[in-house]
């Protein structure tokens, strides 16, 4: 309603109310639009720092997903600066985001090889499921984080020994533990990866029709609280894809596709191998929880050079992580 007042000349003084209302409007549509926006630019330009920053970065999926609402809100309420806003931030989180989830044509000629990672949460992941993954997707390598000593009993005893025979261990008793197994001989890299955060064991595998492969099996602490200075240290200390041999990188990276500091290590060489397939979207932790996994921090790095045919994820009973199956292309 407008207010009124009589006037001492006659007539009626009316105050209208309405931009008050407009005002209310406006700032409510702005609240709605300036997280999303700060969360755009935080990703894009990777200024995420710290431990809380950095883990909810992981978000980031989500964040786009929800950027549409406050986009739905300034165009309704027909606020044209903020729809802007508004509208270069969604287009800003899809394409850091929806990559991953459409994937690219890929190459498929050269030599099969197939990698299977899996952090074993302490050793308890279900030994009889690694088993039947390992004889039904029948992988050259298998790459093992929180690998500890009974693990390693127990994979043997279930079969391993005889599948995979060659193998460089690093097991403890902790999440430190990690583990190369192959089907092929397999010698260790022993200087390849600094000693930051976990066991991160590296290998030279002899990939039947040519020339070996080099792998790594990584596993940086996570980014909580100090620990965060040296996920970052660690991610930095992995190598850069060689021209001279195809690398892979697999394992629990304890990082997103949406952490800078992985982005990073991607653009010295690697791509993810989920996002080639347009699985990078699917969550691996956490896994066997009452809530579904809702972040994905597992994955296979791959040399540019290296095809991408298929890649699944496994649910893995015992573990908080679910299994990466990548089947991969060598040159």
Do not use: C
Not at 94 to 120: D, H, Y
């Amino acid at each position: 309603m407008d207010a009124a007042a009589e006037s001492p000349v006659g007539g009626t003084i009316v105050t209208p109310v309405r931009s008050r209302r407009r005002f209310t409007g406006s700032a409510l549509t702005w609240l709605a639009v300036t997280p999303f926006a700060a969360w755009a630019v935080a990703r894009v330009a990777g200024l995420e720092r710290g431990s809380l920053p950095t883990q909810l970065m992981t978000a980031t999926p989500y964040a786009a997903a929800g950027s549409l609402v406050p986009l739905l809100v300034a165009a309704l309420g027909r606020k044209r600066a903020a729809t802007a806003v508004a509208l270069l931030t969604t287009t800003a989180l899809g394409f850091s985001v929806l990559p991953r989830a459409l994937g690219t044509a890929e190459a498929t000629s050269g030599r099969q090889l197939k990698v299977m990672t899996i952090n074993m949460l302490f050793g308890r992941a279900d030994i009889e499921t690694i088993m039947t993954l390992v004889r039904e997707f029948d992988p050259d390598v298998l790459s093992t984080q929180e690998l500890t000593p009974g693990a390693v009993s127990d994979l043997d005893a279930a079969g391993l020994k005889e599948l995979m025979p060659h193998r460089v261990l690093e097991d403890e008793w902790s999440a430190g533990g990690s583990g190369l197994y192959s089907k092929h001989e397999m010698r260790e890299l022993p200087n390849l990866v600094p000693s930051v955060g976990h066991k991160m064991p590296a290998a030279v595998v002899s990939l039947p029709g040519g020339s070996p492969i080099e792998i790594v099996d990584v596993h940086p602490f996570p980014p909580l609280g100090p620990n965060v200075a040296d996920w970052n240290a660690a991610l930095a200390a992995l190598p850069s894809a060689s021209p001279g041999r195809v690398r892979i990188l697999a394992g629990d990276f304890n990082a997103s596709l949406d952490h800078a500091a992985l982005r990073k290590l991607l653009s010295r060489g690697y791509k993810d191998a989920a996002g080639q397939v347009g699985a990078g979207l699917i969550p691996t932790w956490p896994a066997n929880k009452r809530v579904p996994p809702i972040i994905t921090i597992d994955h296979v790095l791959v040399d540019q050079r290296v095809g991408v045919r298929e890649v699944s994820v496994r649910d893995v009973p015992g573990t908080d992580h679910r299994a990466v199956l990548a089947e991969l292309t060598v040159p």
